[in-house]
């Protein structure tokens, strides 16, 4: 049995990135020593798009939402690139926060590099100078007045399981006595 004809197998003869069952063909994932293990079965929109990141159409890797569970570990790879080629759209990075990865299967998805580019990437960084990452859990390090809200949320009170606001470094989100309130990074201090 060829290659493609156990991908169509294992897929269902549909692309395992977007679902998509007309224009398929097989992709390796690189690095690759040409096994099975290390090919996909993608359309030729997928494999476009892959091709040439300039062609990119974000609202079409919103598939990547249920591929990125697959038990294949070439299309967990693949999936990790994509959400991180697009993570300045926002949804990538809450799609990227949730996956897991085991570590041979990581090591491999950042084996070409993808994903370190780290300098137009929004890092929100706290009081202290340490990265926040979403679903942290912060503590107040000076009285704010809650703009709408009423009331003064206390230095010391701690904010559970924060949000990130992706599209600017200096803002994060959380719960102070059941309101959700934008709070600014200079003002917290990451807890365990």
């Known amino acids: 049995m060829n290659i493609e004809k156990e991908l169509h197998s294992r897929s269902g003869s549909i692309c395992e990135l977007c ?9 390796e994932v690189k690095p690759s020593n040409g096994t099975l293990d290390q090919h996909i079965l993608i359309c030729n929109t ?26 294949a570990p070439p299309v ?3 999936a990790w690139r994509m959400l991180n080629r697009l993570r ?7 799609l990227l926060d949730m996956l897991y990865l085991e ?5 491999w ?6 994903g370190e580019n780290d300098e137009d990437t929004v890092k929100h960084i706290d009081s202290n100078g340490v990265q926040l990452q979403s679903g942290d859990n912060v503590v107040l390090i000076k009285d704010l007045n809650v703009k709408g809200g009423g ?14 606001v992706h599209d ?20 917290v201090k990451k807890s365990n």
């Open 46 to 71: 997928c494999n476009n798009q892959i091709e040439n990141p300039e062609q990119t159409d974000a609202n079409h890797w919103r598939c990547l939402n249920d591929s990125m569970w697959s038990t």
């Open 151 to 164: 009331f003064t949320a206390k230095r010391g009170t701690a904010v559970r399981k924060i949000s990130l």
């Open 19 to 27: 679902g998509a069952n007309n224009d398929l063909k097989s992709f």
């Open 76 to 78: 967990q790879v693949m």
């Open 168 to 187: 600017n470094s200096e803002h994060i989100e959380g719960r102070i006595e059941g309101q959700h309130i934008v709070i600014l990074t200079k003002y």
């Open 109 to 114: 998805a950042k084996a070409t590099g993808e």
């Open 88 to 94: 300045s759209e926002g949804w990538p990075q809450d």
């Open 103 to 107: 570590e041979d299967t990581l090591e």
